[in-house]
């Protein structure tokens, strides 16, 4: 049965990959490619968030802070300080990283309601930090000109040209974060999460691992925020608010906690739910354009009372049990 | 910082301090009953807020009507907040009714936000508009009120869990809720009375407090998370302490403000809270990761 499972796994992800490659071109799904350049930054804040939540059972409410950071460090040392933008994404996530290094340890001293308020307080905070060091940040009115990113003479000027670089980084981390799970580290969290008294037992030092796969899940979200800003080449508070974290979870609920590629799915799911069908009904009736927070509450609340692994690994484990019952069947006759 | 302005910044940090007691003391109730923190329990205060207004400005009823419907409505979300999602996902996990309770929460808002639109409303004060002098410090009546509000609600409280018998139940709950059916209490009762309960606590403070701070449908965001840092400084035990920790919020905010810190003005006054809260979680994190 684990060969059937692994060879529509390959075949989905072969399918999966064809269909990124192509859809930037005009002929095919052209007019989504900045649309589709969020969503790929979007998945990225998502696998950090979903190796948190998912794997190891540690809620964040705080993660659009991290995404922030990276979004500040990198405009500003690439606009204000005419940093190398590439050098700057590097610092925003050794100094990200580095900070929520910091925080962690004391932070996961605290358990479920607890560690969930204070990761909560920590977003707010940085929000109002983004919103009031206008001298650094501009302010609530946010700062532009941010230059685009360069290889050589390549400079990733359009939406093209970015859709490859971001969705070739978001590949990457895919593939980083997919390893992480297969290796000791992955089997630890797990071990987290199933009961942590059991994985101290057998000699896993919880805090340590909490704390490194925080550090992970904040680098990620600050290189997804050093692409954005290079991608709008404009930065303001309000994307990095309570409400953006909020938006990453019900994106990392849709595709299922513990799922990486399930990442994809729930940030294409919620970017296009905001970003495309509610635009579209906007203009039939403005009042439904701000329905996405309505919507985004009561998918929350739908999938963890109905589907607590979330929407997209129920999906897939619904689909697998099908394909089990065939293959059983197929066996009798 | 003279006397005057003392007693100034004193009453405007206790009359702070009582709201934020009032929002703590729903965190409380349905914590100590259920073990669950309510990150919706902010919206109620909202629904009180603008449920009073609404009847008040569109439907045109008396005030005092108009504040006890809005409240009475808010408690009936609260029941079907716990009946609805909290009940049918009993199994669930911490993770799981985290995200359920805030996904009631943004749901509440939007709604919110679709129904009433985002501009600020206000209620007229309950009595009058002009400031009584005491002290040297200028005090609005409407303060007095949500003073006082706060102070009969907390003795209500108390008595409601120390003499009646729903009150006993629900305190034996909190004790230890897999005792309690034993002696022939029903916990998903309790459950859903606590909801109710704070659901009744937190929109009595949306209503009283309107005339002096405005209301609008995001205000449940920070008020929530105050009546959270008012809640964790009480330990979540007993109404007496998250009033205290309600208060003692308030004043230090109040003060913090007072003090001219440069560029550090009034705006931070929000993340004072917040860095309160964090010192408090570590410093008694050994003590509440045993409880939980």
Not at chain 1, 216 to 230: I, K, N, R, T
Not at chain 2, 109 to 134: H, Q
Not at chain 2, 168 to 176: G, R, T, W
Request: with cysteine.
């Amino acid at each position: 049965m684990e060969v059937i499972k692994r060879k529509w796994a390959y075949a989905a992800v072969a399918a999966l990959l064809i269909f990124l490659i192509l859809l930037p071109f005009d002929w095919f799904l052209g007019r989504y490619t900045f649309l589709m350049v969020f969503i790929g930054i979007n998945t990225i804040v998502t696998i950090g968030l979903c190796l948190l939540m998912g794997y190891t059972g540690q809620v964040s409410l705080g993660q659009a802070a991290f995404f922030g950071m990276g979004a500040y460090v990198s405009a500003i040392l690439s606009k204000t300080y005419d940093v190398n933008p590439w050098l700057a994404m590097l610092i925003a996530a050794a100094s990200t990283g580095a900070f929520a290094y910091v925080i962690g340890y004391p932070v996961f001293r605290l358990k479920g309601n607890y560690l969930a308020m204070a990761t909560l307080g920590l977003g707010i905070i940085m929000y109002i930090l983004f919103r009031q060091m206008a001298q650094y940040t501009g302010g609530p009115d946010g700062m532009g000109g941010i230059p685009y990113l360069s290889i050589g003479g390549f400079v990733f000027d359009t939406p093209f040209r970015r859709y490859f670089l971001v969705w070739f980084v978001c590949l990457v981390i895919i593939l980083i974060s997919q390893n992480m799970i297969r290796s000791r580290t992955g089997r630890a969290l797990r071990a987290i999460h199933t009961s942590e008294a059991a994985a101290q037992s057998i000699g896993v030092n919880v805090t340590q691992f909490k704390v490194k796969v925080f550090v992970l899940s904040a680098v990620y979200a600050s290189v997804a925020g050093s692409l954005f800003v290079h991608h709008l080449r404009f930065v303001s508070p309000q994307p990095f608010d309570f409400l953006a974290s909020v938006t990453l979870i019900t994106m990392a609920v849709v595709g299922g906690l513990a799922s990486i590629w399930g990442a994809i799915f729930g940030a294409a799911t919620i970017k296009l739910i905001s970003d495309e069908i509610l635009v579209e009904l906007g203009q039939v009736n403005a009042k439904l354009a701000d329905l996405d927070v309505v919507i985004f509450g009561l998918i929350l609340m739908l999938v963890m009372i109905f589907m607590p692994k979330g929407l997209f690994v129920s999906l897939r484990d619904a689909f697998d049990s099908w394909r089990k019952k065939r293959a059983l069947r197929g066996v009798k006759s | 910082m003279s006397a005057d302005q003392f007693v100034q910044y004193l009453v405007s940090g206790l009359t702070q301090g009582s709201i934020y007691a009032l929002v703590g003391l729903g965190f409380t109730m349905i914590y100590a009953v259920t073990r669950i923190i309510n990150f919706a329990q902010g919206e109620f205060v909202m629904l009180g807020g603008m449920l009073s207004f609404v009847l008040l400005d569109s439907a045109g009823l008396p005030l005092a009507v108009s504040i006890v419907l809005a409240v009475l409505i808010a408690a009936l979300v609260g029941a079907a907040l716990q009946f609805l999602a909290i009940r049918s996902a009993k199994q669930a996990s911490h993770v799981s009714l985290i995200i359920i309770t805030i996904g009631a929460a943004v749901f509440i808002r939007g709604i919110a936000k679709e129904l009433w639109g985002v501009d600020p409303r206000p209620l007229p004060p309950f009595s009058g508009d002009t400031s009584i002098r005491f002290l040297g410090a200028f005090i609005h009546p409407q303060a007095l009120w949500i003073i006082g509000t706060t102070v009969v609600v907390a003795l209500a409280v108390h008595f409601f869990l120390s003499y009646t018998t729903v009150g006993k139940a629900l305190k034996a709950c909190s004790v230890n809720s897999a005792a309690a059916p034993l002696v022939g209490i029903d916990p998903k009762m309790m459950g859903l009375i606590a909801f109710v309960l704070a659901a009744l606590l937190g929109a009595i403070c949306g209503a009283v407090t309107a005339p002096l701070t405005l209301t609008r449908y995001d205000v449940g965001i920070t008020l929530g998370l105050k009546g959270f840092v008012a809640a964790s400084i009480g330990g979540f035990k007993s109404p007496w302490a998250t009033v205290a920790g309600g208060v003692l919020l308030g004043v230090v905010e109040s003060f913090a403000v007072a003090a001219d810190w440069g560029p550090f003005t009034s705006a931070y006054k929000d993340a004072i809270a917040l860095v309160v809260l964090v010192l408090i979680l570590l410093a008694r994190s050994r003590k509440l990761a045993e409880e939980d």
